[in-house]
């Protein structure tokens, strides 16, 4: 079965400032992997998404995530954050290719101060 | 994922009553998966259906808990004698008809449940 850990479940930082989420994930085959985030009361939009290729993976509102086989990581990145980025966050993987069964982390909760 | 449609958008039922949570899928898409986060938590994957047919449950509670995806209208997510434990964010999502690899599935904004 696979697992997927965000390791920090509320990440505080000041707006312009850097920030990365973690997020690890365990699986005995090949995945694909997710960044989703959630706005309050609302539904979740994809980020970014890895199914192949390149590591390095950009997605919108100037996120990025690579993709580290051997440390089974995807961690979610960007350089400088805005208030608009307070939301919570989901790392994701699948591995059917027939369907699209997400399974998902507990979120990280990303609130930027000004 | 605007096109995702659920609805009601907040539903409030007393201990012991019927909940029902619709989701029409974006135009063209025959694949529906429900999930349900429950507060403080990730979304947990429940079901995912396509026309007429239930092609994997494994995350739906054995009783109480039912979905349908008629030929015509909405996916219905069917929760009977709601518990207290059955408040949660409910989501539907849907993806087009030739689920390849890594397709993106996108997600309604949610139906939230309280049962008091």
């Known amino acids: 079965a696979q697992s997927v850990t965000q390791l920090d479940s509320q990440v505080p930082v000041f707006e312009e400032a850097p920030v990365e989420l973690r997020c690890n994930y365990s699986s005995s085959v090949s995945v694909y992997l997710f960044w989703y985030v959630q706005y309050p009361n609302q539904g979740l939009q994809l980020l970014l998404k890895y199914l192949s290729g390149s590591t390095l993976v950009k997605g919108i509102n100037g996120f990025e995530a690579e993709f580290n086989k051997s440390q089974t990581s995807f961690h979610l990145r960007k350089p400088s954050v805005h208030i608009s980025d307070t939301a919570e966050y989901f790392c994701a993987v699948s591995v059917h290719q027939g369907a699209q069964k997400l399974v998902f982390g507990q979120g990280t909760r990303l609130t930027i101060n000004p | 994922n605007a096109g995702v449609m659920q609805n009601p958008r907040h539903l409030v039922r007393r201990r012991g009553q019927e909940a029902r949570l619709r989701c029409s899928p974006m135009?063209?898409?025959?694949?529906v998966y429900w999930y349900r986060q429950l507060p403080e938590e990730g979304l947990k994957f429940m079901v995912y259906?396509?026309?007429?047919?239930?092609?994997?449950e494994s995350g739906m509670p054995k009783e109480r808990f039912s979905a349908e995806f008629p030929k015509e209208g909405p996916s219905i997510l069917r929760i009977q004698q709601v518990v207290r434990g059955d408040s949660a964010a409910y989501f539907c999502a849907s993806s087009p008809p030739r689920t390849g690899v890594g397709n993106t599935i996108y997600f309604g904004e949610g139906s939230w449940l309280t049962v008091v």
């Open positions: 135009k063209g898409h025959s694949h």
């Open positions: 259906l396509q026309k007429e047919n239930i092609i994997d």
